[in-house]
């Protein structure tokens, strides 16, 4: 069985900080990976997605994504942190085409000004 | 355990037929969602609702409808109006709209 797991529930960093967001899947297929966003009062929002082509994905905000294959990992980067970037933050795994997501327990990011 | 169940994990419909995807949790949470995932694509919102007895229809709730009679259930049926329905389907539920989502195990619709 697929899944994912997130490493911290709770992640706090200073505005203009690098942000990191830890997400590793177990597979032994090549997936499709995610990263969605909830912000606060709001629905889930796609940050970006990897789907086989390059390694290095780009998402709206600043946001990327590595996906190092070795190391079954696909963490979540943004160069300099925002007050607004505070959020939930879920990692999810699918094969097939991008059937059946499995999400990992998210992680909550509080940015201290 | 607390938790979100959704059954069942693999539901076929036959043309013209409607059916109905289950959600029930047990986590006391007054706001619950359903998302529809197709192949390579985002999750994209069908209907949420925030209490028992009121709910809203979210991006693309043609073709399906709900129900929240009880807090703790909240059942999506994907009706014959539904022209491609064959989709992963995924429960979410939260205790507040500032409040972390939990997800079920969704459910993966196929049509015969």
Redesign the interface.
Known sequence: AQSVTQLGSHVSVSEGALVLLRCNYSSSVPPYLFWYVQYPNQGLQLLLKYTSAATLVKGINGFEAEFKKSETSFHLTKPSAHMSDAAEYFCAVSYNAGNMLTFGGGTRLMVKP | DGGITQSPKYLFRKEGQNVTLSCEQNLNHDAM?W?R???????R?IY?SQIVNDFQK?DIAEGYSVSREKKESFPLTVTSAQKNPT??Y?C?SRRG??E??F?G??T?LSVL
Do not use: C, E, V
């Not at chain 2, 995932?37 to 999750?43: E, I, R, S, T, V």
């Open positions: 969602y998302y995932q197709d192949p390579g694509q985002g999750l919102l949420y979210g989709a992963f995924l979410a709209m500032r972390k989502l997800f195990s969704g993966q």
